[in-house]
């Protein structure tokens, strides 16, 4: 069954640095979605992206956050300078054909940890 | 604000017990409601539920919405070890050509099935 791929699975970075979160969504779908969970509280949503542009953002993602889908298979999750609150597991979303209520598929995530 | 309130935090039951888990929410436009099963990556895709009164089912597993009463359930019957994980309930926005199909998560329930 195809599924969404991330890497890395854990990323370590101090504190001020560029990450960039990488993601693989299902080869077929149209939507592709960020969303975080800090240890112990709720999934959040970040950013949405359809038609190669952001179409809805939460509060959460500020001028430090950008995404990318710099080719047909890879949707990228960059934040520019990190901070210590940004540690949290980071998950990526895909979904399927416009027509019709479709689910939202999650990859494994990424753990960042901001020293 | 869209908002999910999912109910009990945490239960314990042993293999055999049959479990309800209950999810609440507030959400602007309902278009449809999801639950997700996560263990310790991926939140992993179980139902997805539009209409009212309509029980989707797989295997153990069962679930039911009502859109009046802004609730839903999820039953597992005949509990196995293999089901204990954190239960996810989330919402999508109407689209109203402003949502693509942003998810909203409530904080979980932990299913602990003990042999």
């Known amino acids: 069954e195809p599924e969404v791929t991330q890497t890395p699975s854990h990323q370590v970075t101090q504190m001020g640095q560029e990450v960039i979160l990488r993601c693989v969504p299902i080869?077929?779908?149209?939507?592709f979605y960020w969303y975080r969970q800090i240890l112990g509280q709720k999934v959040e949503f970040l950013v949405s992206f359809y038609n190669n542009e952001i179409s809805e953002k939460s509060e959460i993602f500020d001028d430090q956050f950008s995404v990318e889908r710099p080719d047909g298979s890879n949707f990228t999750l960059k934040i520019r300078s990190t901070k210590l609150e940004d540690s949290a597991m980071y998950f990526c979303a895909s979904r399927g054909r416009i027509r019709g209520e479709q689910p939202q598929h999650f990859g494994d995530g990424t753990r960042l940890s901001i020293l | 604000e869209d908002k999910v309130v999912q109910s009990p935090l945490s239960l314990v039951v042993h293999e055999g017990d049959t479990v309800t888990l209950n999810c609440s929410y507030e959400?602007?436009?309902?278009?449809?409601l999801l639950w997700y099963k996560q263990e310790k990556k991926a939140p992993t895709f179980l139902f997805m539920l539009t209409s009212s009164g309509i029980e989707k089912k797989s295997g153990r597993l069962s679930s039911i919405l009502d859109k009046k009463e802004l609730f839903s359930i999820l039953n597992i019957t005949a509990t196995q070890t293999g089901d204990s994980a954190i239960y996810l309930c989330a919402v999508t926005p109407g689209a109203g050509g402003t949502s693509y199909g942003k998810l909203t998560f409530g904080q979980g329930t932990i299913l602990t099935v003990h042999p």
């Open positions: 959400v602007t436009n309902f278009r449809s």
């Open positions: 080869s077929n779908h149209l939507y």
